[in-house]
């Protein structure tokens, strides 16, 4: 695989903030990893909106330390399909957590 982004995020009860969030990502880089800069900004997060998100992935992003494969991805490729899966990913979290 060229990429692989899994996030989980646990609400609170109420479902006005995230309380938890974990990513993870692989095999962007030399080994998987998690985006802990990315995770901050969401866990205490009382708006899920287009800003939060947007924050996160540019963290994750940041954070990541991705490489050019021959076979596979550039660094570069990786770097935009590590925004555009993580975009994804999180809405998709966040309407399970949500819907739990």
């Given at each position: ?22 990513i ?39 954070q ?15 770097h935009e ?20």
């Amino acid at each position: 695989p060229i990429l692989g982004v899994a996030a989980n995020l646990t609400l609170h009860e109420e479902a006005d903030r995230v309380v938890a969030a974990t990513i993870a990502v692989g095999p962007a880089g030399p080994i998987p990893f998690r985006a802990g800069d990315a995770e901050a900004i969401l866990t205490g997060a009382t708006n899920f909106d287009d800003a939060v998100i947007s924050a996160a992935i540019a963290a994750a992003q940041a954070q990541a330390q991705l490489r050019t494969s021959k076979h596979r991805a550039t660094k570069e490729y990786r770097h935009e399909m590590l925004g555009v899966l993580l975009d994804r990913v999180l809405r998709t979290a966040f309407a399970r957590a949500c819907s739990a």
